[in-house]
């Protein structure tokens, strides 16, 4: 980075610190590094949940976008994403599709994700009620480019409470993208993924069961940011907004539960099999 007019900032969740807090190297002004360290008895997700509001308490640009450390955005993608946003002030997010990619033996194999992802003028309507009665649970903000503004009030609220199942947090924050966000989709790859090919363990429906307060706690942040975004909005309407978000954030993670279970684990189970037999 240091021939780049890019400011990065590294927030490190590790127990010691890695580099002396501040500028990491003499001479790189444009690279700094914070520790948050993860405390004794403190969950991972926590920690994490702890530096991504700190880093959203860092954006100083127009725009901004979250993304994983084995993910990418497209060139193509980007630039279309950053020139709409650029060019028309009632947009406030663009998402497109992905590519995906995972390494087997000496080679990279390519994939597809979210075919379905196409234009759609309801998820950019101005009316909240247009964009929330229309989202049909398949559209992800997550990793979008969006104005700076909307990415730091959705990331803060879906990170206010660390569920037992780190999917709900991140889900929380795809529903929360299109209350806030009048969303354009584009009918190109927006950015590149690496393939998950192992299942966290804490997605189990037994341990996000082992909390009855967690939905209370989600209905909540959803009840809330309507309120924000729309104050007009009666008791009644924000509560039926509010089921609609909670059962669809829980139809989705009931149907990945079944996937991993009849489609996923089978496979793994037959290829072990396989080289055990070798």
Known sequence: WRDT??????????????????????????????????????????????????GMSLIKTK??????????????????????????????????????YHFDKNSIVWGKKYLNWIPNDLLKDESLAVRVENDAGKHGIYYGILRSEKLK??????????????????????????????TEVIDEYLWVRQKALIRNPSYSHKIRSSDPNEQKVLAEIFSAAIAHIEPSVSAELRSVWTMQKVNLIEERLKADDLKYTFEVLPKRIKKLELATKR
């Open 63 to 100: 725009f901004a976008a979250l993304l994983a450390d084995d993910d990418f955005f497209t060139v193509q993608g980007l630039s279309e994403a950053l020139g709409i946003l650029s060019s028309n002030d009632k947009i406030d997010a663009v998402i497109g599709k992905c590519a995906t």
């Open 153 to 182: 009030e959705i990331h803060t609220r879906a990170n206010q409470f660390v569920f037992s199942d780190f999917r709900i947090n991140e889900w929380i924050a795809h529903h929360l993208g299109l209350i806030y966000c009048r």
């Open 5 to 54: 007019p890019v400011t990065v900032h590294i927030l490190d969740g590790t127990p010691k610190p890695s580099f002396e807090i501040g500028t990491i190297v003499s001479g790189l002004v444009n690279l700094t590094y914070h520790s948050l360290p993860t405390k004794v008895h403190q969950k991972f997700m926590e920690n994490y949940a702890l530096r991504v509001n700190e």
